[in-house]
């Protein structure tokens, strides 16, 4: 809980400071173009946002594969509810630790619960290389969006570093040896820092927890469906998380500035640059990243109300839905044994 304080306390500090920069200079204008607003277009951007939530949350229902514990219902409010941790936590390292202990609510063991998490992860993760792949490889063909060289070494950076990831993730999953050398050297660095007690019974443990890690992954590799399905599908819910910038352009009445192809390079690159943020939400940066992308498109007043829909769209909505899901959650004490 003071983790939450401290970091939603930054959060609106840095929502503040955005807000005044966006603001201070045109206010007024600003405000006669919020007025302005069709809001029918600004509606579906909102669908759009809940179906990228709705569709990786299908990934999990369908990876759990156990309607009777956890149904395609609950499954979309975990997903939910983890938008608020991941928006209250830097990197968005939050949302996976509590999905794996609402998982364990439902009764499903938490080795079994961290390995979902992990592949779904790993769909997310390919799913992201291959679009950022597809706009790099957009932008190149057709120079809808010229960078600098401190913008291009970012983007570069970032998908480099998602490929890494990606990557890394197959490797810890497929190599037994090597992730049991891993976690070993690490209580074994915590028993020498006295955070570890009993180093050879918490050995014992952490071999039991791996032998069912690679267990179930053993099973993801014999399940290519599903691999496919989880990666397909991550794609499809990103395709709709990047395509809300139009919308919000075509609230403002406005057809022709930016179109489809370029709303999704940017927003992909836009993606990318939040990631090496350390701040909740990535907040500040990835701000920064929106207004020099789409600034190319967009100019003035439209530029700074397309900015502050968008990021209350995709950030602060998911957060303020989440928190409230979680609340009702918590109340609710839905621990299934």
């Known amino acids: ?4 304080k401290r970091n939603t306390i930054i959060i609106l ?19 006669e ?16 946002y809940f179906l990228y939530i709705f569709l990786r949350a299908l990934v999990n229902y369908v990876s759990i594969g156990d309607k009777k514990k956890v149904s395609l219902k609950e499954a979309f409010k975990h997903n939910i509810i983890t938008q608020f941790f991941n928006g209250i936590t830097p990197f968005s390292t939050g949302g996976q630790p509590m999905e794996v202990y609402m998982l364990h609510e439902h009764g499903i063991r938490s080795t079994r619960a961290t390995n979902i998490i992990m592949q779904n992860f790993i769909f997310y993760q390919v799913a992201l290389v291959l679009f950022g792949f597809c706009a790099v490889i957009y932008n190149k063909i057709s120079l809808a969006i010229p960078l600098n060289p401190f913008f291009r070494g970012l983007v570069i950076l ?19 040896k090597f992730t049991k050398k891993v976690v070993f050297f690490f209580l ?12 050879e019974k918490q050995k014992e443990v952490w071999e039991d927890r791996l032998e069912d890690f690679h267990h179930y992954t053993k099973e993801l590799k014999e ?9 397909l599908t991550n794609f499809v819910s990103l395709f709709c998380f990047y395509a809300i910038p139009l919308f919000i352009v075509y609230s403002l009445h406005d057809f022709t500035s930016i179109h489809l192809l370029e709303t999704l390079t940017a927003s992909a690159y836009v993606l990318v640059m939040g990631s090496f943020v350390p701040i909740p939400g990535a907040s500040g940066g990835i701000e920064y990243g929106f207004a020099f992308l789409f600034g190319k498109f967009l100019k003035g007043s439209r530029m700074s109300v397309v900015l502050l829909i968008w990021r209350f769209i995709t950030y602060y909505l998911g957060m303020i839905v989440g928190a409230i899901c979680f ?11």
């Open 1 to 4: 809980m003071k983790n939450i």
């Open 13 to 31: 500090v840095v929502t503040v400071i955005v807000l005044y920069f966006a603001l201070k200079d045109q206010f007024v204008q600003v405000f």
């Open 33 to 48: 173009t919020l007025l302005r607003v069709d809001l029918k277009y600004i509606l579906v951007a909102i669908l759009l």
């Open 158 to 176: 970032g998908f480099i570093i998602n490929t890494s990831v990606a990557l890394l993730l197959f490797f810890v999953a497929a190599s037994k």
């Open 188 to 199: 074994k660095l915590g028993a020498k820092v006295k955070l570890v007690k009993n180093l």
């Open 223 to 231: 399940k290519k469906a599903l691999f496919l399905f989880g990666v």
């Open 327 to 337: 609340n009702f959650h918590q109340k609710k004490g839905s621990v299934k044994e």
